[in-house]
């Protein structure tokens, strides 16, 4: 075999094993019974050492030499050069983590997450506390171990989003504040209750999961190589492109929560479906810190997506005079008072609220920029795990005006804590100001794509995000894509622009 044959077919063995972790972790958090939790722990801590064991070791060091050596005049932003190339950076942050840092964060997840979920149920912020405490302290020796420059966030932040740092994030968060709070003020201004209350109607669950599944796959969602369960915190996960599985939850009354969910995994899973079939059990569909989905290159790219399949296609005008006749169909009992034009203002509603994931799009980035100043302040020690519930409660008085009534629907709403997955909260802002930038290309680059989007046909789109995105699996970063797709780096103006001229006509302001 030659040097990048054999270089594949040891990435290939890694694909393996870390899909195989991955197949665990969805296990969990979907079918395994709770007493599971501490075994399930042991077996993820094993595969993740051997998965270590099998990246950070002289045979990997060999191989990557002798591949560094084959591509040399190969083009560089060929596949095969920056598959190497990623390999390499991995390769060298990876070996700064100590083993046993990585078989404790892997062990304390599934019992972490089973003591969070324990918690929320029991409104007992008091017995997580100290499991969020492992937490914090295992993200913190992390940062030191891989090193940082200025914060230790940009160290975590860089699992999630390479390009990111606290630095260039209070920049962002600084301009889409002067763009948010004006409008979401003129919106509370001007806010009346829907005449019909749609959310006290019953929608039978059978009917939701039909309804939901069948928008997915006329979005592009191929059920060959997916599927949809119920989990506690929806979610996307996949071991290959070949399997590529999404999550929702249920509410008998409120019909958003399963569609909207289920949209939104779907347009996590299209980017994971999309990628080129000749990247699988590379090191272009690798997340080789263990993080997932795999074939996406970064927390915010993959963020775009869902958030432009569920917003601005899922929650246009468009969608609901395209679908309407299909959500008559599933749901006649509780339709025949209301028309697309209603539903469409029924799913925009702004409304500052407690939970974030039924945050709407104008609040929705108040919500993100609480959390990440958390991280950060729990991350360079001046906040404290205990007073938490005291200090998530004031910040949503402050942004959103709103009172968390307890903690469940405070401070433990999120899972991502507990998991210890500090750093990826920004990727879902920045991937809401990506996903404006992407749109609006599309638009430039296909002819007539509103006609068909109205139509609810949504091939042209899907053609255009997976020939500039999906197809490229980790290839290229969200700011080589977007300056590759879009001609610019990451601006806030298409996101504002987008959301100005979508609430002003809906709220009627001036
Ligand atoms: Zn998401």
Known sequence: MTAIQDFQAHIAELSDLLCAISVLKWDARTQMPHGGAETRGYQLATLSRLAQEHFISDKTARLLDAAETAIAGEAADSYLVRGVQQTRQYYEIIGKLPLELVSEKAALEPVSEGVWAEAKKNNDFASFAPYLQQQVDLARRQAD???????????????????????KLRVLFDGLKV????????????????????????????????????????????????????????FEISFTRQDVRITTRYQP?????????????????????????????TALTI????????????????????RLWENQIGRSRAFWNAHFDRFQHHFPDVSADVDPEFMYRAVNRVQPSLIRVEADEVTYNLHIMLRVEIELGLMDGSIKVND???????????????????????????????????????????????????????????????????????????GWLTENIYRHGRAFSGSELLIRSTG???????????????????????
Do not use: C
């Open 388 to 462: 938490l519930p005291e200090i998530w409660n004031a910040k949503m008085g402050e942004y959103l005006g709103v009172t968390p009534p307890d903690d469940a629907r405070g401070v433990l709403q999120d899972i991502h804590w507990s998991g210890g997955g500090f750093g990826s909260f920004p990727g879902y802002t920045v991937g809401n100001v990506m996903s404006a930038q992407f749109l609006d290309a599309a638009r430039r680059d296909v002819g007539a794509l509103d006609d068909s989007l109205a139509a609810g046909d949504y091939a042209p789109l899907l």
């Open 253 to 281: 009354n409120y019909f958003p929560m399963a569609l909207y969910g289920t949209l939104h995994e779907t347009g996590h899973a299209l980017y994971e479906q999309g990628v080129d079939p000749a990247l699988t059990r």
């Open 287 to 306: 997340d080789f810190l263990g993080k997932y989905p795999v074939g996406g290159t970064s927390y915010g790219v993959h963020e775009s997506q869902s």
């Open 179 to 234: 763009g948010l709070l004006p409008l979401l003020r003129a919106i509370v201004a001007k806010s009346q209750p829907l005449e019909k209350n749609l959310w006290t109607r019953e929608y039978p669950l059978e009917r939701q999961k039909a309804f939901g599944l069948e928008i997915a796959q006329r979005f592009g969602y191929d059920l060959n190589r997916g599927r949809l369960d119920i989990a506690p915190h929806p």
């Open 488 to 510: 610019a780096d990451l601006t806030v103006e298409p996101y504002l622009n987008y959301l100005r001229a979508k609430f002003t006509d809906l709220y009627g302001l001036a």
């Open 145 to 167: 171990a891989i090193g940082y420059s200025e914060h230790p966030f940009d160290a975590l932040v860089f699992e999630y989003e390479p390009s990111m740092t606290a630095a």
